[in-house]
C-alpha cells in the first residue's frame, strides 16, 4: 500500500504563491503518473497537473501559465508550484498517483486564496 503525503496549503493572498509537495511513502514517482486535482465546495473533483513517468506533463486550461508541476524520483516526491493565485484557485487539493490497476490518493491539502 503507498500513502502519498501532502503538504504547504496554506492561506494566501491574491497574486500570491504556494508551493505544494507530495511525499511518497515507495519509489513509485518516476513510474506512477502523478498528478494534483483539486475540490472545492460543491463542485466536482477536477484535474490540475499531471506529470507522467516520461516527465510529460499536461495542465488545466484553468491554470496554464501559473501552475507547474515537477518531481524529484531521488526524494520520492512531486511538487506543485503554484503563482499568481486566485480566489478561484481555492480548493482542497489532492496528490494522485496511478499505474495499471494502481491509483493511490492522499488525504488532501487545504488551499485558500483570499484577501
Known amino acids: 500500500q503507498v500513502q502519498l503525503v501532502e503538504s504547504g496549503g496554506g492561506l494566501v493572498q491574491p497574486g500570491g504563491s504556494l508551493r505544494l509537495s507530495c511525499a511518497a511513502s515507495?519509489?513509485?514517482?518516476?513510474?506512477?503518473?502523478m498528478g494534483w486535482f483539486r475540490q472545492s465546495p460543491g463542485k466536482q473533483r477536477e484535474l490540475v497537473a499531471h506529470?507522467?513517468?516520461?516527465?510529460?506533463?499536461n495542465y488545466a486550461d484553468s491554470v496554464k501559465g501559473r501552475f507547474t508541476i515537477s518531481r524529484d524520483n531521488a526524494k520520492n516526491t512531486v511538487y506543485l508550484q503554484m503563482d499568481t493565485l486566485k480566489p478561484e484557485d481555492t480548493a482542497v487539493y489532492y496528490c494522485n498517483a496511478v499505474h495499471m490497476i494502481w491509483n493511490y490518493w492522499g488525504q488532501g491539502t487545504q488551499v485558500t486564496v483570499s484577501s
Open positions: 506529470i507522467t513517468s516520461s516527465g510529460n506533463t
Open positions: 515507495a519509489s513509485i514517482i518516476g513510474v506512477y503518473t
